[in-house]
């Protein structure tokens, strides 16, 4: 097993990385002083619960804890105000107090869901991270927790620690390929952001990390939780430099917003947006091998690099006003100057952002 630690003083929190951590669930609670006299709200989705619920309630009722369980729809729709509601109902009819937590078992959107019903019921109790798949080895960690307006992905929300995240990676084997790849994405930014060196090694290992291979799969997420782990503890609530691990996510959270939701993956829209990125940053002078290293990579993790067609670039353009990062008409966003290097412009022209859209749709889907 392998152990990290976000460090922010009296809220700092441990994340735990290996298998079997479901079954030893309340060792890692009573560890972290989550106590017996109150109850749990366990919440998870219509695909993760039949999988890991009786794994990991049975567990914690066996050492005495008092569960209840809320179960979300599966995908990125259930990050709505509805959910939220219906979660905070479920907490009430629980009988959730201040001393009780709540449990996120499953990807990031039940992970920002139920932070965030975490972070407003009393006025914030604790929550415990215990992500399922690949793509929320970011998401997990860092303690940002929100829903998404119909206008703009995450744009409700709140800062948040966990008590800690624990982090089975037995889940992982349950899969699709889809999903697989949809969690690389993020894998790939840590590396894009900080290490050369991790890039050229996800460009050689890509075809194990896509067939789940243990070995290279706890050492991509480990990798991945460390680097979220160091930025985060010197920049909590993103003042400065947690803003490089929004790579690829201005665009990518734009097209999740256009594409309502539901056709673009969070990781898809992402690497699309790490792709533009890379353009940008060839554009303002990076040398050439930070789009052709991103693009390969990428595609050799099995993700999208090019924008669906029929997208709407105006669309695109009005989802991507509402984000947190844009002002009259210019907008923070994350460049690239070499692999494993990038740098915060506060003044990017939208024009640019544009130009650079009408690109992606006629990137090569090829390596």
């Not at 894998?187 to 194990?208: C, P, Q, T």
């Not at 709407?312 to 100057?337: C, L, N, Q, T, W």
Request: charged content about 25%.
């Amino acid at each position: 097993m392998r152990e990290l630690a976000v460090q922010l003083g009296e809220r700092s929190y441990p994340i735990y990385i290996g298998e079997g951590l479901l079954e030893r669930a309340a060792f890692y609670f009573d560890r972290h002083g989550v106590g017996r006299q109150s109850p749990l709200l366990i919440v998870t989705d219509e695909r993760v619960g039949p999988l890991y619920l009786d794994k990991l309630e049975s567990g914690l009722r066996e050492a005495g804890y008092r569960t209840a369980v809320a179960v979300v729809p599966a995908g990125e729709r259930a990050k709505s105000l509805a959910q939220f509601e219906a979660l905070i109902t479920a907490a009430l009819n629980a009988g959730l107090d201040r001393n009780s937590a709540i449990v996120a078992l499953g990807g990031g959107v039940v992970g920002d869901l139920a932070g965030y019903a975490a972070a407003a019921y009393m006025r914030g109790i604790r929550y415990i991270q215990v992500p399922t798949t690949i793509l929320a080895h970011d998401s997990s960690v860092g303690g940002k927790v929100a829903v998404n307006h119909p206008l703009a992905k995450n744009i409700i929300g709140a800062f948040h620690q966990p008590v800690m995240v624990l982090y089975d990676l037995g889940t992982l084997r349950t899969l699709p390929p889809r999903e697989v790849s949809n969690g690389l994405a993020e894998v790939v930014k840590h590396g894009l952001i900080r290490s050369a060196e991790f890039v050229a090694w996800i460009d050689a290992n890509a075809d194990r990390l896509r067939a789940l291979d243990p070995d290279a799969l706890g050492y991509a997420l480990y990798f991945g939780c460390k680097v979220k782990a160091e930025i985060v503890s010197q920049d909590e609530r993103e003042n400065d430099l947690r803003a490089v691990l929004n790579l690829g996510h201005t665009i990518g959270h734009a097209l999740e917003a256009a594409g309502g939701y539901g056709e673009l993956l969070h990781g898809e829209a992402v690497a699309i947006g790490m792709v533009g990125a890379a353009r940008i940053g060839v554009e303002l002078g990076a040398p050439r091998e930070v789009y052709e290293v991103t693009k390969r990579v990428l595609l050799k993790c099995g993700l999208p690099v090019r924008l669906p067609a029929h997208y709407d670039i105006d669309a695109i353009m009005d989802a991507m006003s509402h984000d947190k990062k844009f002002r009259e008409g210019r907008m923070v966003y994350i460049v690239p100057k070499a692999i494993g290097e990038v740098y915060i412009e506060r003044n990017m022209s939208a024009e640019r952002v544009r130009r650079v859209l009408e690109e992606l749709k006629e990137e090569e889907q090829v390596s």
